[in-house]
């Protein structure tokens, strides 16, 4: 089911405020965009309204030269994005019961369940955390688990509301290698955030949420050569 | 004063002796009101839910009826059901006046409310974001309901601990519907009012107490589930 999605003239407007008119906005396959913009801008109700969590009032929806009318575009796009909440909401129980949530909700047998599962937590190194509460989790482990109950259900897209607000360096570190590790895998994921600069070695499109309308910012390779550097290599040997 | 405390003494006697003609009262009362709060459970959690996450026309003028029925009294509620149940109302044919299954409709109708209206507190009050991520992880809706409500089990545990509360210690109702008839519709509360009536203190004080001792250990289950509800 791989394949762009396109959306055109989003529209969402709370009360008398019109908070998004979006004139058109693509996600690719295989790529990682990054959307910024000031706090209020709009970024989780557009993260939301790509993820068909949220109803916009205006928006045409089109995948595969497809265009779908809301309804069915809510459904399409509940099965391929996987939304992350910017502070991820832990179920009360375990974290395997947590990332094994979406594979029992879509009926998966037993037996897969428990070593996808494993297999999962091994991957992001959480099998420790396995039978604690995750709700008594750190920040950090939250995030770290919502990323593999994520991964598991294997979608086209990641949608990830500030991934890495919040944090301590560390925990924004070990967040960061678990998301730079899922690109590198092939995920598509589309990151919102303030920090340009910390995800700008594994982004490939920058676009920038401003009264309402996306304005896509360009990526120098120069520039991302330099903030990878001043960034992102103090960072990792201190991290380490 | 002596009185008293012979009635008491008496009544102690009458509860740890096991008299049996006070516990089938007790019996009665807590056949006929777990019957009714079994019943309307899960109807009522259903329409909390679809009046906390619903988004449907009259959803608003709904909540604030089941708010104002909170404070239904009981004798009103009494009343309605006997002139259904009488002989000469709609639902005479069926003969159910003055039966158990009478009192388990009264208490029905004192329930409803109760559990609907702080069960959608709860699940009102609950995180949206519970929704949202069972919805993203791939759930059905009625799975997601189920989560939700799972999420806030302790508010609705406790919606359902107050509805059973009030209809168990509720006497209006029941003596209009069940007639408190001795073996046969006779509960706790009618049961203290007629021997009291009577001037029959210790039978009264019996069931009293044991009115009371309930009221303590819901009270009890209550705060225990308001505290996990607190720490979580
Ligand atoms: N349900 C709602 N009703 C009315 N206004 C809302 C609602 N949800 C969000 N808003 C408003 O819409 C605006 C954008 O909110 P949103 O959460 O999308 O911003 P954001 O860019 O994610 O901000 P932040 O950087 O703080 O996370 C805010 O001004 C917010 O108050
Ligand atoms: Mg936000």
Redesign the pocket.
């Known amino acids: 089911m791989q394949g762009s999605v396109r959306f055109d003239n989003v529209e969402k407007v709370?009360?008398d405020?019109v908070?998004l008119s979006i004139d058109t906005f693509t996600v690719n396959p295989g790529q990682c965009i990054l959307i910024s913009?000031?706090?209020?801008?709009?970024?989780?109700?557009?993260l939301k309204i790509m993820s068909g969590l949220l109803k916009p009032e205006k928006a045409t929806v089109t995948k595969n030269d497809v265009s779908l009318p809301w309804v069915k575009a809510k459904s399409m796009l509940q099965s391929e994005m996987v939304y992350l909440h910017?502070t991820p909401y832990m179920f009360d129980t375990s974290v395997f019961n947590n990332v094994a949530y979406g594979l029992r909700a879509t009926k998966v047998p037993k037996a897969q369940v428990e070593e996808k599962v494993w297999q999962c937590l091994r991957w992001a190194r959480l099998d420790h955390l396995t039978p604690r509460n995750a709700k008594l989790l750190s920040g950090g482990e939250r995030q770290r688990v919502a990323l593999t109950r994520a991964r598991i259900v294997n979608p086209s897209f990641l949608i990830l509301?500030?991934p890495t607000a919040n944090m301590d360096r560390g925990s924004r570190h070990q967040t960061y290698e678990l998301i730079q590790r899922l690109q590198s895998e092939g995920m598509s994921i589309v990151i919102?955030s303030?920090d340009v600069e910390f995800f700008a070695n594994i982004i490939d499109f920058h676009y920038f949420?401003e009264a309402g309308n996306l304005r896509k910012i360009d990526i120098g390779t120069k520039q991302r050569k330099h903030k990878s550097s001043a960034v992102v290599t103090p960072f990792q040997r201190k991290g380490r | 004063m002596q009185d008293i405390y012979q009635a008491t003494k008496e009544a102690l006697i009458l509860l740890l002796g096991g008299d049996p003609g006070i516990w089938e009262i007790v019996g009665i009362s807590f056949s006929v009101s777990l019957q009714a709060i079994l019943y309307i459970t899960p109807l009522s959690l259903l329409l909390a839910f679809l009046l906390a996450f619903g988004n449907f026309r009259g959803r608003r003028i709904l909540i604030s009826t089941f708010h104002t029925f909170l404070a239904i009294p009981a004798v009103v509620v009494g009343l309605t059901v006997y002139i259904f149940l009488s002989r000469n109302g709609p639902l005479g044919d069926l003969g159910l006046l003055f039966s158990q299954t009478a009192m388990v409709i009264g208490q029905m109708i004192l329930a409803f409310p109760i559990v609907v209206a702080m069960s959608h507190s709860a699940l009102q009050s609950s995180d949206r974001a519970i929704w949202e991520t069972a919805k993203t992880l791939g759930a059905s809706s009625p799975k997601a309901m189920f989560t939700v409500m799972y999420e806030a089990r302790f508010g609705l545990f406790a919606a359902v601990i107050a509805a059973f509360s009030r209809i168990i210690a509720e006497v209006g109702c029941s003596m209009m519907v069940g007639g408190n008839i001795l073996h046969h519709t006779r509960n706790i509360p009618t049961a203290i009012a007629l021997e009291t009536s009577k001037g029959e203190f210790a039978q009264g004080i019996a069931l009293g107490l044991v009115l009371l001792f309930l009221a303590l250990a819901l009270n009890l289950l209550l705060s225990s589930a308001r505290y996990r509800l607190e720490m979580a």
């Not at chain 1, 913009?37 to 557009?46: V, Y």
């Open positions: 709370y009360g405020r908070l913009g000031d706090n209020g801008s709009g970024k989780t109700t557009l910017q509301d500030e919102s303030h949420l």
